[in-house]
């Protein structure tokens, strides 16, 4: 019994340490390039998650679609429209500010964030309300002793694997991500090496968002509910994972996000109080953590220039 | 001295005589037409003035005679009051400025002066309310205390974020607040003491068996119940403006610029950081408890719901719309940003939306604000 329950624990870390990993990726890209953190990230999780949900009701009334058509049809729905968003957003409200004082850009991208959920709860139909999520993947179980490793949370993990490790591949291995290396380490330096800036830059906040919105995706495949306050939950998160990886990095960023899930999770089964409390627990975690190592586990390198 | 910027008292004098014409207008219009005629005939003065360069002529004489307009301002304040006394509605929405005012210019301490952020003012702000909600139908403390302690609740609970927040900086600082903004209303909602998602209610305030919450009768004349809450709200005002007012001026004010314009050249200037940096986040706190702990007892009513996170950033927005740094600035945007809403019940479902925007584009096209803080004079009444 203990084993099964363990299991069942390890198999909803995992599940949450993967959608925060995905999230704080898109906080460390971001910042790589353009030195600032995207406050709206989580936000456009969420309208990724609702776009989603609207390519489904979409397909639904024309009578289309089979289960993974469905499955196929909303994730690129979802990733191609929040690559569009995200590149907005950094081409419209983030790059106009970069001389400004770094409070203005912190503010513009919250109050981004702000629009975008108050856009999804009141312009979606009922977007106040939890709206519920299609299960589109397979639910089948195999069971384990008497754990039952589902079908779907496999799949999705798989997934999200799969992501990072092609976000790695592009990084590393390609002359995309060389570039993006080199604008991150270096802005002045890659320009005159022949690097466009800003559709390096762009292409960034593409690739982040699409992946916030396969996060969100995930999210509701998995709860099968999704609400205009996800974002904001995932995002505070997402950026406390970000952080505790140290900012800047790719690796740092996934760690982080496992490391966080894993801490909730525990901390779930050790505190009695927590279940009911799990939010503000996790968020009193974030607050410790920022009090415990304020530029991560990784200690981002400060030089003081007077 | 010679004055040299000449600047005459009459125009300052003409605007706040028309701006209170104005509201006093807004605040009586009934019909959604009128409303919006005044909307956008108040839009368009502002604007041709500013085209006509006479802004220029009000700010040098707000620059040399602020003292003088401020006391004038209160007797205008007054005014409006008077002009509604049986109103309870207008009298409620009047308070609510007052009260909102007083809290942004807590956050108008920490952000506009030290460059604390603080992306909780509604969670310090629901603190203070909660503990009057509690201490009223507790104990039988005086309610004058009650508010005290409401600030120094806040500012107690807003201290063990003081070690992150000096800790960190800027974004990661913002975080901190955002953080906690999110733990506190997640806390209220999911507790039994203090109501859960229903709330609680609170007692009206009584001061030497003075009943706040009964209406008033002057010869005949019926005066609302809340130009109680009114007068003590205006004094509360006036008070914590005269203190902003005066901690800008002073050399707190001169190390705190300092500290928020340049940290490491503050510090090899020998100015403790990390003591400015509490004193601005802890004194701001005690003011927006403060505000808090008053506003429930007028309105009677604690819920989760009343501070969330986008209360935190509407406070935000005020300080922002208003020019950070200027507390005249604070006062006119609070006036926008809680009669706009409530006058307009269309754009009420659509506020935080609304202010968002604003606040996006006043970023974009115009960052300092309505009415820019302006440079700082060391002698009151000088020219700088």
Known sequence: MIVELLAQYVMNGLMLGMMYALVAVGFTLFFGVLDVIQFSHGDVLTVGAFTALAAFVGLHTLGLGSRWLDLVVIVLAATLAMALLGMVIARYFIMPLRAAPALNTLLITLMLGTVLREAVRLFYPEGANPKPFPALLPRDAVALGAFNLRLDNVLMLAAGAGVIVGLQFVLSRTRLGLAIRAVAQDEETARTMGINFTAIVLITFAIGSAMAAFAGVMNGLYYNEINFGIGLYLGVVGFSAAIIGGLGSVYGAILGGFLFAGL?????????????????????????????????????KISERV | ???????????????????????????????????????????????????LKLLDAVHGSFARHEDTLGRFAIVAALAVAAFFHDDHFVMLLLTTVLLYSVATLGLNIQIGYAGVLNFAG????????????????????????????????AALIGSVLLLPVLRTRGHYAAVVTI??????????????????????????????????????????????????YFVVSLLLLIGVFVLTQRLERSWIGLNLDALRLDETAAACFGLDIARWKTAAFVVGNFLIGVAGALFAMVGGFVAPNNYTFEDSLILVSILLLGGIGNPWGVVVAAVIVVVLPEKLQAIAEYRFLLYALMVIAMLLFRPSGLLPRSVRRYFPGQPS
């Open chain 1, 264 to 300: 909730q999770t525990v901390g779930a089964v050790l505190l009695p109080f927590a279940s009911a409390y799990k939010d503000v627990f996790a968020f009193a975690v974030v607050i410790a953590i920022m009090a415990w190592r304020p530029t991560g586990l990784i200690r981002e």
């Open chain 2, 1 to 51: 001295m010679i004055d040299k910027s000449g600047a005459a008292l009459w125009p300052g004098l003409a605007v706040v005589t028309i701006a209170t014409g104005y509201l006093i207008a807004l605040l009586a219009a009934e019909r959604e037409t009128v409303i919006i005629a005044l909307l956008i005939l108040g839009i368009v003065a502002v604007a041709a003035a500013a085209r």
């Open chain 2, 122 to 153: 509604a969670s310090f702000f629901g603190i203070g309310a909660y503990t009057s909600a509690v201490l009223n139908a507790q104990t039988a403390l005086p309610h004058l205390l009650v508010i005290a302690i409401g600030g120094l609740l």
């Open chain 2, 179 to 228: 953080a906690f903004a999110l733990l506190f209303r997640t806390f209220l909602e999911v507790n039994d003491v203090f109501g859960g998602p229903q709330g609680m209610q609170v007692k009206g305030m009584t001061m030497l068996g003075w009943s706040f919450n009964d209406n008033i009768e002057i010869g005949g004349v019926t005066l609302s119940l809340y130009m109680n």
